[in-house]
């Protein structure tokens, strides 16, 4: 018989939560272990070496759930995490996958997208219910993935750039060498796969970076 996977449920609202318990009692392939409703409460608790699943709250009242995602991937990085939020923003969903997470659902999803998303994310693959697939299907399941790392430096030009600063000016501003600011922006225009400035500054801000 296989085991039922080990799920913590973080969220502030008990009508969620409750009703995700629930709905949950009745399958054979999940089992509640705790319900948070905080993220501290899901920090300060010991037994996340214990768990397979967190279905996490995007809007926490004491720590935002894309940091709170985050952090967890970086202590417990076999924990497979489905964000859950009462919206979907492209944005976000893109930040959250970005520092980890498996999947995004609305908790307006049925019960059959919970479950195929569970099966999905244990399975390997990014998970959406429906109304998130709509609204991210301009972007690839492969980019969402591969969403590209900046180091500090090219963090700090790519502000410079998109406060209208020339490469002279931020030349100027960091006490770089031209060539050194030329070099940087090349390596972000290919990063970001952009042809040209204006693609790479919305590039960044639709991704967050």
């Known amino acids: ?68 995602c985050l952090k967890i991937k970086k202590s417990h990085p076999k924990i497979i995490i489905l964000a859950m939020s009462s919206q979907a923003e492209r944005s976000i969903v893109m930040q959250m996958i970005k520092n980890g997470a498996n999947g995004y659902l609305l908790k307006s999803a049925s019960l059959d997208e919970f479950k195929n998303c569970i099966n999905k994310a244990v399975e390997g693959e990014l998970a959406f219910s429906n109304e998130v697939k709509g609204v991210i299907q301009k972007t690839s399941i492969h980019d969402l993935k591969t969403v590209p790392r900046l180091t500090r430096r090219e963090k ?52 967050a970076l």
């Open 1 to 68: 018989m296989i085991k039922p996977y080990k799920t913590l449920i973080v969220d502030d609202h008990p009508i969620v939560s409750e009703g995700l318990q629930v709905v949950f009692s009745q399958s054979k392939e999940v089992e509640i272990v705790r319900i948070f409703k905080t993220g501290s409460m899901l920090l300060d608790y010991g037994g996340l070496g214990k768990i397979d699943i967190i279905l996490l709250d995007v809007f926490l009242p004491d720590i935002n759930g894309i940091d709170l």
């Open 156 to 207: 700090e030009i790519l502000l410079l750039l998109a406060d209208g600063k020339s490469t002279q000016e931020i030349s100027d501003t960091l006490f770089l060498s031209y060539l050194t600011v030329q070099t940087h922006r090349r390596n972000l225009l290919n990063k970001c796969q952009a042809r040209n400035l204006a693609e790479l500054l919305k590039f960044a801000k639709e991704n």
